[in-house]
Structures are given as C-alpha cells and as structure tokens.
C-alpha cells in the first residue's frame, strides 16, 4: 500500500467529521494498513475498520489497548485519543500526575497560531478573560433556546417542556450575567440556572425529584448518562480547541489551576442544549449506555455542534482581541 500523507488524512474537515469512537474490551492496531479494532467471539477474531479521515476522537475504555502503529496512524489524521473507565468515564491518560482532563493531542505537525495569538492578546487582561467568560454563557443561552425549543423537541411527546418556565429560566440568568464582576459570579448564576435546567427536564418527562451527583458518584441513569454523554461533549471541545490550536489550560471559567479548564468552558457550549434533555428522555425510555451514547452522537452530528463550538471560539478570539485597552 502506498504511504499516505498526513495532509490527505485531514481532507475532511474536524467539523464534518462523522464518527466518534468509545471502545471497551478490545485491541486497536493496523491490519492491512487500516486502523481497526479487535473483538473476541469465542475462538474467532473479528476485525472492525475504524474510518480515521472521518474520525474525531476515540474513547478507551476498560480492557482496551493500542499498539504505537495504530497511534501513529491516528496522530497521521489529528484523531484525538482519550483514555477512559467504563461507560466513558472518569476521562484520564497515562500521566505522571492526576488530572481532570487529559487528551492526547497530536503533535505531529504545527498547529495554526492565528487563534492562538488573538486568544493570548486578551487572556492576560482579567476584565477581557471575565468578558470572554460571559460571551460563552450567552453563546450557551443561544443553543438550549435553539435545541430546546426547536421543532425536534416540540414534536417529542417525551418531553413535554413549559417554554414558559425554560424562558424564565434562560431570561433571569441573561440579565443576572451582566452584573457579574468576577469569574466566581458567573459560575455563582451558572450553577442556579443548571440547577433549574435539571428541574425542568426532570419535569418534562415525569422522572420526579433528581438530585445532581458529584463526581460520578450517582446510580440512578440520569446521573450516569449525564456523566456519559459530558465526557462525550468533552471530546468534541478538545478537538474543538486543537483545530483552532489553542492550549487546553488557557480557560476563561473553569480551572485556572487545572490545564483541562478550556475544555469545560467549551463543552458547556453544548452540554445543556443537547446532552441534558437527552440524559433523561434515554432514562425514562430505559435505554442502556450504548443506545444513549447513539442518541447523543446523533444529536451532536444533527445539531453540527463541533461546528458551534469552533464559531464560537472564533468570535470570542477574534472580537475580544480587538478591543483596545
């Protein structure tokens, strides 16, 4: 087989791309000059191709592992590899040290800087970074209005939403945004007004009470989906930010001592307007993860939400670098 170049791995772009990946129980190598995973059925191997031109990023989870080609190739077409625990999450990678959030970017060729010089002009200056922070969370209020108040969502009999309600809800938190003076005020409003979202949505399909769990500590299925489908959010904001070549510790929100921090503040983009219905419509339909984890794939490709995540990182970068001092 001929050699291919990086360059024509990348053909499609990271925004078009069409697969993302969570495997568990299973190798990934090249066979055949391919990138494919491994399942055992019995005595039998049976081989899956794995498109990596059409891939955004892969998952890892228990039981897997992955030879060096397999890893070069993927670097080769900028598919980022996360590992993973089972179902998904908690997100990890083979580090010295413990973190939130960790990718393996591939470091294969130079990233374009121009994002990256915009994004550096501002992030230095607190009032810039604290003004970045309120662009995502109105970029944020835009996508729930979009997704939960869209045709597809209306005609769900699943979800029997009160606009009015989701309306007071987005309506209050706009106008308490504005009078945010640090980065602890808005996350201050942000967990008030996720805390009614999950109210709603508990409501919309008769769950009844829901408390939200912290660090992936809950057993009932709307918990666990949520943790699901955020991680799968997660990969979409790390290919987001390594398209535009931005560092993921360079946050406007979250984790300024965490070097996964971009990461939460773009994948909060999308995460209500598309994962949070989803995680309780999937727990009341009694799906199990992998029909979930279909649902919320579709819901990001239907929905173009890698494409959102990148304007949005691109207004914020090139409308913040412009402002005079």
């Not at 990934?28 to 794995?50: A, C, F, H, M, P």
């Not at 309780?280 to 649902?295: K, L, N, S, V, Y």
Request: charged share 20%; glycine share 8%.
């Amino acid at each position: 087989m001929d050699d291919i170049s990086s360059s024509d791995l990348k053909t499609i772009l990271h925004s078009k791309r069409a697969n993302l990946y969570y495997l568990e129980y299973c190798r990934v190598l090249v066979n055949g000059g391919r990138v494919e995973y491994v399942t055992e059925d019995g005595k039998q191997s049976l081989y899956w191709n794995i498109p990596i031109a059409n891939t955004t990023c892969i998952l890892l989870g228990t039981g897997t592992s992955l030879t060096q080609a397999a890893m070069r190739e993927l670097a080769k077409a900028g598919v980022l590899v996360g590992f993973c625990g089972g179902g998904g999450t908690p997100l990890f990678a083979a580090n010295e040290v413990e973190v939130d959030v960790s990718w393996l970017n591939s470091q294969s060729e130079y990233r374009p800087t121009e994002y990256l010089q915009h994004w550096v002009s501002f992030w230095f200056d607190d009032e810039k970074r604290l003004a970045a922070a309120i662009a995502f969370q109105k970029f944020r209020l835009q996508q729930i209005r979009h997704f939960w108040l869209g045709a597809r969502m209306r005609r769900n009999d699943n979800f029997e939403l009160q606009e009015s309600q989701l309306n007071g809800v987005l309506a209050s938190f706009e106008s308490r945004l504005d009078g945010c003076q640090t980065s602890t005020d808005v996350l201050a409003q942000e967990a008030i007004m996720t805390k009614a979202l999950y109210k709603l949505a508990a409501n919309a399909v008769k769950f009844g009470d829901f408390t939200r769990a912290k660090g992936g500590s809950g057993i009932d299925m709307a918990n666990r989906f949520l943790d699901h489908g955020n991680y799968l959010a997660y990969g979409l904001a790390a290919t987001a930010c390594w398209v535009l070549g931005l560092p993921h510790g360079l946050s406007v929100l979250h984790g300024k001592t965490r070097r996964g921090g971009l990461v939460f503040d773009v994948a909060d983009l999308i995460k209500d307007a598309l994962v949070l219905p989803q995680a309780f419509i999937a727990a009341m339909a009694g799906d199990d993860e992998q029909q979930f984890r279909q649902r919320v794939i579709s819901g990001f490709q239907q929905g173009e939400a890698l494409d959102r995540m990148i304007d949005a990182i691109k207004a914020v970068a090139e409308t913040l670098s412009q402002v005079q001092r």
